[in-house]
């Protein structure tokens, strides 16, 4: 059911940015009377479908805490890899940003080690269900 919401989403925002461009097209508006700026309007509006789409989407609760989570490490990141505020050292120099993140990567490296966890778990899982 939720897949069927998800595409029925995309379709309306598509029929809802495609309807003005292939009503212009389907009516075959004379240039010489209409203009041709009505052709290209409607084409804008039709590539306007990956924003709203977004928009929409964005506008998901779960997806919306999704995108909080990394924002908040993207901000993180980019505070560790600036530094703090003023240090004028040579850490701020690409040899010692390159060091100090190699080993931000080594620390932080076990908190990943948990997918590595889940997909041994599934794979016992698997192993166990296709026994029986």
């Known amino acids: 059911a939720a897949l069927l919401v998800f595409f029925s989403r995309?379709?309306?925002i598509m029929a809802f940015c495609w309807a003005p461009f292939f009503l212009v097209w389907a009516t075959q508006l004379p240039y010489d009377k209409a203009g041709a700026q009505w052709a290209w309007i409607a084409g804008s509006w039709a590539h306007m479908q990956g924003f709203f789409s977004s928009i929409i989407y964005v506008l998901?609760?779960?997806?919306?805490?999704?995108?909080?989570?990394?924002?908040?490490?993207?901000s993180a990141w980019l505070t560790r890899w600036r530094g703090a505020a003023g240090e004028e050292s040579d850490d701020?120099?690409?040899?010692?940003?390159?060091?100090?993140?190699?080993?931000?990567?080594?620390?932080?490296?076990?908190?990943y080690a948990q997918l590595t966890d889940d997909e041994s778990a599934a794979a016992a899982i698997d192993m166990a269900a296709m026994s029986d």
């Open 92 to 111: 701020m120099h690409a040899l010692g940003r390159a060091k100090r993140d190699s080993g931000s990567l080594r620390r932080h490296a076990r908190r």
């Open 10 to 12: 995309l379709f309306f």
């Open 60 to 74: 998901k609760e779960d997806l919306r805490a999704e995108l909080s989570v990394v924002l908040a490490d993207a």
